[in-house]
């Protein structure tokens, strides 16, 4: 008999899961029957996201565990008739898509790809000869578990980093600061800012223009952090002038960015469209796997969410 | 008494080194008067490149060292009446330069940068979320130094590396495969292939319509190599039918490449212009200052040129 699992994450999502999570069940050595609709009664595990399918899980009699796709249950935990274990998504392939993203974005502005990308005109550009990393100082901003990765990826690539928190943090290979001082020193002459920081009250706007001023002449702003870290406005003064070469944003005040936001049109402004930490399908397809096995082994599962704690 | 130092390397390299050598010449605590013009029997160290100049020696009476700017020497030994030590480059920034461009432009297309850089046009993309570099596999073929670093670099991103050479070599990191039953092991599913062999005979054309055929559909090729490593029309051929994505390509039969050839106008190449791995003028400088320092203290010059030998 295979074990039932019913994908409710929503038919969006199907087609992106559908052959990851099938591959991820081979691999675990699972026989499993996955169907978006099931006879509640028959349901073994249920694969949900927030806004999935199922508004009431009492009629899901044997259902051993819902394994939500994403790391946030705050719009799940008091949906109807929960009372199964509920797991949350803890994707591994986050930080390194991060990193990814960051030291990316870091090479294609050091090593000025874009006059290459946008120029195939014929013209043989060989009057620029980038630096050498060693002589570009990129700053992180944020030294939670993203920022000191990225950090410490761009540092065995050789650049000078500086990394800053809030309260003094050490991340082996980078030059850390911390504190209200320390930012302004962590900014100063910076080539390259990198913008990891939370979301909160001290830091909104925590990028403006009199910090922007501190940076080297030219340089590159990748914020991949949280849209409000910025000051827009600030932001494109310092692009328009020169001030600043380019500014590559992963995430704005308002996703998606709306078509006639200045930002879509600026030469100095690359937006992708918040990519830079996004759950994986494959991944996360073996985290939903390797919970179905634990299910059906007896263990504990992982990343089980303590309802008193919601999280 | 200041040293005097003609710099004989011609007027185009004049602004690129003037303020990187001044800056050398400080922070090795030299006190250097340097020029492009002097008198020859004032000279005490001449900065030069094929190409430069001088066209006799002779005069040079008390130039205790010739320093060339670049690696190769050959249109440097036989000039007229040059008895004095003669040094070559060798710039410890050209593999680091390299490591950046190549894992630069790997990073750029497997994070699909591009599809970003070049649609800025108020469409939010967010539907193709790249995988992570542990699901992309990458093929570098030449493990000498700049393949070997390539590559160490890349795996220490996750990439899943292999790494393909003539005769049989170990790095650590990389699985290596070598001979011709290796090479299309190497890319048998390749994803990226980054060619960084030496040209010769054999390895002319080594990347032809049956080689290409080997890698994952889609895939990217980038060389930064030799031009003549790939058969061009194969690459283009495969460009035409996508069954390869793109190509980066950073050398060319022909340099600089024709505007008319076309490798410029296909949606499916970006050419970089020789920029991969140039001498840079901050580390070549530092190599100069050092070789002052040394002629200064009497102590042996680095990488001064055997006549017998040529190198």
Chains 1, 2 share one sequence.
């Not at 565990?65 to 109807?80: K, M, T």
């Not at 100082?137 to 990225?150: K, R």
Request: proline share 9%; net charge neutral; charged share 20%.
């Amino acid at each position: 008999m295979p074990i039932t699992v019913q994908f409710a994450a929503g038919p969006k999502l199907w087609p992106e899961y559908q052959a990851p999570l099938a591959a991820a069940f081979a691999e675990a050595g699972l026989d499993i029957a996955m169907t978006p609709e099931a006879d509640p009664a028959t349901v073994d595990y249920v694969v949900f996201a927030p806004g999935g399918t199922i508004t009431d899980f009492a009629p899901y009699t044997r259902c051993k565990a819902v394994l939500n796709l994403w790391a946030g249950v705050e719009r799940v935990v008091g949906l109807a008739g929960l009372t199964q274990p509920l797991c949350r998504m803890v994707d591994p392939a986050l930080t390194e898509g991060m990193v990814e993203y960051v030291v990316g974005n870091v090479l294609r502005h050091h090593l000025g790809l874009d006059q290459h990308i946008r120029h195939q005109d014929g013209v043989w550009r060989n009057n620029l000869v980038p630096p050498i990393a060693r002589e570009r100082p990129v700053t992180i901003l944020g030294l939670g578990e993203l920022g000191a990765a990225c950090g410490q990826a761009l540092a065995r690539l050789n650049f000078p980093v500086t990394g800053w928190s809030r309260t003094p943090k050490e991340v082996p290979g980078l030059r850390c600061l911390a504190g209200p001082a320390g930012l302004e020193a962590a900014l100063d002459g910076a080539q390259v800012v990198v913008l990891l920081l939370p979301l909160t009250a001290e830091t909104e706007n925590l990028l403006n223009a009199g910090r922007i001023a501190r940076m080297a002449r030219g340089g590159f702003v990748i914020n991949p952090g949280r849209g409000p870290l910025i000051d827009d406005a600030a932001l494109l003064a310092a692009l328009d002038t020169g001030r600043l070469a380019h500014a590559t944003l992963d995430v704005f005040r308002t996703e998606p960015l709306p078509p006639a936001h200045p930002f879509w049109g600026h030469p100095g402004v690359t937006v992708t469209p918040h990519i830079a930490a996004d759950t994986r399908a494959p991944s996360a397809s073996r985290v939903i796997a390797e919970n179905i096995r634990r299910g059906e082994a007896g263990e504990p599962f992982l990343y089980r969410v303590d309802r008193a704690r919601g999280y």
